[in-house]
């Protein structure tokens, strides 16, 4: 159930195994506003930025999903290994964080990120003197004033510029249409790819060591995004843009493709309303579009996200697990203590997740349903905004929970 990065990871290693699998997914996933790093853990409770991520994980809390990983390191050299196998080829592993370049001009630290994408390997240490910034004209996720601004800060010199082709003047009709996911489907559909370069080449001054682009390129695979680099004449790699953001709209496009290729069923556009139970075991679901029938299985995996995608909702009162009424793991927390005034502290009610055992197996009314399984953001006991291990706790959860399941 949920078809973003956690369903999708334990869904392709379980098909892999030779299962059977369905995945039943309502929408698009959260991977729509990620960009191309994948974070394993960037910073510690208190906010300091993690070089060593795996020493670092080795201190977290009781409550952290990665505390119910048997061995982080392994299974993130297989999550590494399914992004490989699928098509996504990334630089990083789990021995030293690297560094990443915000939309808004900022260094973050994060575990993996895909090729072609520009990356820090210390922060005290550019690896450019001149970089040139070419976005697109009018096209505004790609805050080029803010970006110069971080690099130069880091002494860092910066030229900006911009380009455009006549095929794209149709998108500025309307602010809405100029976004990273309609450029790329105008550039790939005309192969516009070698006037764009000769666009960018023709901005391009002497001296510069680095052209860094939005990456408004490689919507169903990486081909056309590495095609436009090559032709390019000095060094030059992307950066990630506001969302919707392409290496994660390209992310999902390709773990689906693979998940289908393996045998998997998609079920796209549906949502699981219910479980149909018998005792505390979970015999089927069911959904709103196949109205009547039951969707049965031996094992179950709940991915469906946290409050962004619906998987946790929140009413007045309470927060709960919609579609099957599993028991959520409050924390001890209620609406008084939910929130902090402050946004740019961590807020408490993104750590509140649904319960699971040692097994990342769900509780329903405080009994353990042993064939129901719980991976990625729905979990309880993180907060991935403010430590940086969205990615690692969907793809390491959910390989965790594919191994149970096999091992079961
Ligand atoms: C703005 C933003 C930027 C981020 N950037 C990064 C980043 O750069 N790097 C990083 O590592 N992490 C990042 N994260 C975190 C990362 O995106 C999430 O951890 C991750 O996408 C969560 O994946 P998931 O599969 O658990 O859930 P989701 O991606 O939320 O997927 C859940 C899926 O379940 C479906 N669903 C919900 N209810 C049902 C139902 N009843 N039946 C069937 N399907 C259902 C939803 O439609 C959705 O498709 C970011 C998060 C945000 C919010």
Redesign the pocket.
């Known amino acids: 159930?949920?078809?973003?990065?956690?369903?999708?990871t334990a869904g392709i290693a379980l098909a892999q195994a030779g299962k059977d699998v369905a995945l039943?997914?309502?929408?698009?996933?959260?991977?729509h506003?990620?960009?191309?790093?994948?974070?394993l853990l960037g910073s510690d409770p208190s906010g300091n930025d993690v070089y060593k991520p795996l020493e670092a994980i080795a201190t977290l809390n009781s409550k952290h999903p990665y505390t119910k990983i048997e061995d982080v390191s392994r299974l993130a050299g297989v999550a590494k290994q399914v992004l490989e196998r699928v098509g996504l080829a990334t630089t990083g592993d789990t021995t030293v964080n690297h560094w990443r370049i915000t939309p808004i001009g900022g260094l973050m630290p994060?575990?993996l990120t895909v090729q072609g994408m520009a990356t820090v390997a210390d922060p005290d240490q550019m690896p450019w003197h001149s970089v040139t910034l070419v976005n697109i004209i009018n096209f505004l996720d790609f805050p080029t004033k803010m970006i110069a601004a971080g690099l130069r800060d880091r002494g860092v010199q910066v030229d900006v510029k911009a380009v455009t082709l006549p095929e794209l003047q149709v998108l500025r009709q309307s602010p809405t249409e100029m976004r990273s996911t309609n450029i790329a489907k105008v550039i790939e559909r005309n192969d516009l790819i070698m006037k764009l370069a000769d666009e960018i080449n023709a901005q391009v001054g002497k001296g510069c060591d680095m052209v860094m682009l939005p990456s408004v390129l490689g919507i169903a695979s990486g081909d056309k995004a590495s095609q436009l680099l090559r032709l390019i004449n000095v060094q030059a790699a992307y950066l990630?843009t506001l969302?919707p953001?392409l290496p994660?709209v390209r992310m999902q496009a390709m773990l689906r493709k693979h998940f289908t290729a393996l045998g998997g069923t998609f079920i796209t556009g549906?949502?699981?309303?219910g479980g149909v139970w018998e005792g505390d075991e979970l015999k089927g679901v069911t959904?709103a579009k196949l109205e009547g029938d039951v969707l049965k299985a031996k094992h179950f995996v709940l991915?469906?996200?946290?409050l962004?995608?619906?998987?946790i909702v929140a009413d007045y009162n309470h927060m709960y697990e919609?579609?099957l009424g599993v028991d959520i793991d409050d924390l001890g927390l209620d609406r008084t203590t939910w929130a902090k005034l402050d946004v740019t502290e961590a807020q408490p009610y993104m750590e509140v997740g649904v319960a699971t055992d040692a097994k990342l197996r769900c509780q329903r009314n405080g009994k353990t349903v042993a064939n129901l399984y719980a991976?990625?953001?729905?979990l309880s006991g993180h907060n991935?905004?403010k430590l940086?291990?969205?990615?690692?706790?969907?793809m390491l959860t959910a390989l965790q929970v594919a191994n149970n399941i096999l091992n079961q």
């Not at 940086?388 to 969907?394: E, F, M, S, T």
């Open positions: 159930m949920g078809g973003g990065l956690s369903g999708l039943v997914s309502a929408g698009q996933s959260m991977m506003f990620m960009g191309g790093s994948l974070d994060t575990w990630d969302p953001t994660g549906d949502q699981v309303t959904t991915a469906t996200g946290s962004a995608s619906r998987g919609p579609a991976a990625g953001s729905i991935s905004v940086l291990d969205g990615a690692g706790v969907d």
